[in-house]
Structure formats: C-alpha cells, structure tokens
C-alpha cells in the first residue's frame, strides 16, 4: 500500500503532463495567466494532441475557432494561415491571448468566467450574464458549458496541487 501511495504523485504527473511546458510557460507569462489554467485548457480541449479538429471547427491544441483566431489576429496585427493552430506554438500562443482578454473581461468572475465564455464564446457569457437575475454561473450556462467550466477548473486545480502556483 505504500508503494502505491509513493508512486501516486508520478501516476497523477502522467494524467496531468505538461506537454509543450517552454511554450506555455513562455505564452502564460507574456500574456499573464496562470500557466496551470493554459495546462487545463490545452488538456481539456485537445489533450495535448496539435492536430486535434473539433466537430464544430475548431482547431489545434487550444482548440480555437477559425472566426475566433481571425478575431485574436486583429488584436495582434497578423495575418496567418488558419492550418498554422495546428503549430504548437502558435495555438499556445493565441490560447494564452484568449484566456487573457477573458480573464480581462470577465475579471470579476475569474478562471470559472474565463473557463465558459472559452466554451461558449464571449458574446455567450455576456447573454447569460444579462439575463441571470443574480444567478450563480453554475445554474445559467448550458449543460455543456457547466461540464466544460467544471473539468477545466478541476484540471486547473489538479495542475496547482502537482506543479505549484504557475
């Protein structure tokens, strides 16, 4: 039984890697946020897999939507291909931009906020806010934003408890 417990740090370290770790620390630190959130958005959405492709379009590791990373590029000044997500470092790059615009936005609600209008885009999250009559998060989003919001938060949790605060 000690040996189990001895080797479970190891065992969770492989369920939560940090794939990827100098582009996320790099990206995490420009763009301020917390590099475990960028860890539970990438493992959440593509688990760590850079030519992942949603059902819906989206695209790379952070899984970004074509009309999205148009969006991000405005902000940036660039005009890159959309078959440059499936770059590693340029999905990291515009996942880490994402998540701080929406932890701008949202700043009141934090990584949840951030968490669901990454799901359901910004737009989205402010409808549902708009229209919550004071109600949690939790009881206004989608069903399939709530899953969403509750395994990033919980893989970000995991990656906090593992690697530390980054």
């Known amino acids: 039984m000690a040996a189990l417990v001895a080797l479970r740090p190891t065992l969770e370290r492989q369920l939560y890697p940090r794939k990827y770790a100098d ?4 990206y995490a630190a420009e763009y301020a946020v917390p590099e475990a959130l960028l860890f539970a958005v990438i493992r959440t959405e593509s ?3 850079p ?3 949603s059902n819906v379009g989206a695209r790379g590791l952070t899984q970004i939507m074509p009309e999205t990373f148009r969006w991000l590029q405005s902000k940036t000044g660039e005009q890159l291909p959309l078959d ?5 470092e340029v999905s990291i790059r515009y996942g880490a931009l994402l998540l701080h615009l929406l932890l701008e936005e949202f700043v009141a609600g934090g990584a949840p906020y951030a968490a669901a209008a990454y799901h359901a885009g910004r ?6 806010l ?3 009559e004071g109600r949690p998060l939790e009881q206004i989003a989608a069903p399939a934003t709530r899953h969403y919001m509750r395994k990033v938060m919980q893989a970000y ?4 408890k593992l690697y530390g605060g980054t």
């Open 157 to 160: 949790e995991k990656y906090t």
């Open 130 to 132: 708009q229209n919550s």
């Open 84 to 88: 440059t997500l499936f770059t590693p």
């Open 123 to 128: 737009g989205q999250l402010n409808q549902w």
């Open 47 to 49: 688990s760590f897999r």
């Open 51 to 53: 030519n992942a492709v």
């Open 23 to 26: 582009l996320t620390a790099r």
